[in-house]
T-cell receptor
Framework: DVKVTQSSRYLVKRTGEKVFLECVQD?????MFWYRQDPGLGLRLIYF???????EKGDIPEGYSVSREKKERFSLILESASTNQTSMYLC????????????FGNGTRLTVT | LAKTTQPISMDSYEGQEVNITCSHN???????ITWYQQFPSQGPRFIIQ???TKVTNEVASLFIPADRKSSTLSLPRVSLSDTAVYYC????????????FGTGTLLAVQP
C-alpha cells in the first residue's frame, strides 16, 4: 500500500517565521503535489513536481516555494509565514502515467499566529 | 483546464441510494473523471474513475453520459460511515500534471 507521510500533524508558528512542511512517499512516484484546504474553498493546488528538481506553479503559489532534491521527498516552504496561510496542507503523489489516482497524506494543520 | 462544479452539500438517510452530480462542461477528449472521498482529519482517497458510460466497483458506480459534460457518482445504500466530502476531479490524461479539484460535496447521512 502506498504511504504518503507528512512530517507534522499540527504546527503552530508565528508571523514572519520560515516554515517547512515535509512530505515523503514510499512508492517511487514521479509526481508530487501540495494542496491547501480551507472551508468552502475545497482543495487548491499550490505547487507540483513531476521529477527531481522540477517544479510547476499551481493556482495559488504566492507566498510559497517548494523543494524536491530527492524523488521521495517534496517540501513546501513558507518563506515568511502570515496569518492568511493558516490552513490544512495536504501532500499527494502519483505515478507518471495517464489517469493514475492520487495518494494523499493525512495533512498538516498549520496555525500562524 | 476543465473546471468542475458540484453541489456544496447533500443530505440522505441510511439505506438510501445517493447520487452526486459533477458538471465539467469544458472536459477535453483525453480527460478522465475521478472521484475521491474525504473523511474529517484525513486526506482524500480514491473511490472510482471512468472515461465514458458506466463504471462499477465494490464501493460505487460512476455514470458518464455520451457528451461527458457531467458525471454522477452513485453510492448504493449509504450508511452513517459514508458521511464525508466527495470530490470530482477531471484528469488531463498525461498532458499535464496540474490536477485541479472542485469545492467538493459534503454528504451528511442521518439515521
Amino acid at each position: 500500500d502506498v504511504k504518503v507521510t507528512q512530517s507534522s500533524r499540527y504546527l503552530v508558528k508565528r508571523t514572519g517565521e520560515k516554515v517547512f512542511l515535509e512530505c515523503v512517499q514510499d512508492m517511487d512516484h514521479e509526481n508530487m503535489f501540495w494542496y491547501r484546504q480551507d472551508p468552502g474553498l475545497g482543495l487548491r493546488l499550490i505547487y507540483f513536481s513531476y521529477d527531481v528538481k522540477m517544479k510547476e506553479k499551481g493556482d495559488i503559489p504566492e507566498g510559497y516555494s517548494v523543494s524536491r532534491e530527492k524523488k521521495e521527498r517534496f517540501s513546501l516552504i513558507l518563506e515568511s509565514a502570515s496569518t492568511n496561510q493558516t490552513s490544512m496542507y495536504l501532500c499527494a503523489s502519483t505515478v507518471y502515467r495517464n489517469n493514475s489516482p492520487l495518494h494523499f497524506g493525512n495533512g498538516t494543520r498549520l496555525t500562524v499566529t | 483546464l476543465a473546471k468542475t462544479t458540484q453541489p456544496i452539500s447533500m443530505d440522505s438517510y441510511e439505506g438510501q441510494e445517493v447520487n452526486i452530480t459533477c458538471s465539467h462542461n469544458n472536459i477535453a477528449t483525453n480527460d478522465y473523471i475521478t472521484w475521491y472521498q474525504q473523511f474529517p482529519s484525513q486526506g482524500p482517497r480514491f473511490i472510482i474513475q471512468g472515461y465514458k458510460t458506466k463504471v462499477t466497483n465494490e464501493v460505487a458506480s460512476l455514470f458518464i453520459p455520451a457528451d461527458r459534460k457531467s458525471s454522477t457518482l452513485s453510492l448504493p445504500r449509504v450508511s452513517l460511515s459514508d458521511t464525508a466530502v466527495y470530490y470530482c476531479l477531471v484528469d488531463l490524461g498525461g498532458a499535464t500534471n496540474k490536477l485541479i479539484f472542485g469545492t467538493g460535496t459534503l454528504l451528511a447521512v442521518q439515521p
